[in-house]
């Protein structure tokens, strides 16, 4: 398999859940139901605050040194992102409890699941900053709308390394199976979080806005 056709794969696999984890209503779920400025900024630095840890925490017990470079490079990414979206908020209180999909990152423990499970992150990060560049859009808040728009350009580039990395680690069948299966596991525990958050406050999950 190839970089570009596990990316495939994965996308192609995962196109439900990835259409509606950058739908309006992933915003409404992150939030509680607060579709203000604050909220949404406070959940997005929640977000980034406690994938810097994730990726931190993998790349100081990183044996293989591509990967360690992989994921320090995305920690100091995630750490730059917490701090350009506190910036925006008057005060910042974090909130470093994991969500579903950290929980599970932080669970795997082989190189190349977190290396597939770092791609299928990606993949869901792309479909969020989406939405909150679209929401400050919406705001008439250009300027805040150009701070997610530098931090999805971030996230593509994330994106490319690890597939980079990928191509490096896979060298059987049986590695990108196992990436594969790990990315798909990444977005399928955002994507049961989503559903379960909106459930939660009476909101049909199904129906993309």
Known sequence: MTPSEF?????????T??????????LYADTGGELDAEHVLRAAADAELVAM???????????????????????????????????????Y??????????????ELE???ERAGGLLGRT?????SKQQLVGFFVGQADPQTADVFRDLKADVDDQRDRTLD????LCDTDDAWNRAKTAADDTIQAAYDDYV???QAQGVDPKPVC
């Open 123 to 127: 993949l869901a990060a792309e479909q």
């Open 93 to 106: 209180d974090p909130d470093e409890t994991p969500s579903a999909m950290h929980a599970h990152l932080r």
């Open 53 to 91: 840890e994730t990726f931190e925490a993998w790349a100081q017990e990183e044996p293989n040194e591509d990967a360690r470079e992989t994921f320090d490079t995305t920690a100091d990414e995630e750490r730059a992102h917490t701090q350009a979206i506190t910036a925006e908020l008057d005060d």
């Open 7 to 15: 990316l495939e794969a994965v996308r192609t696999d995962n196109e």
């Open 17 to 26: 859940a990835l259409s509606r984890l950058g739908s309006s209503k992933a």
């Open 196 to 198: 379960e958050q909106l």
């Open 165 to 168: 990395l990928l191509d490096a």
């Open 110 to 112: 082989t190189t190349v």
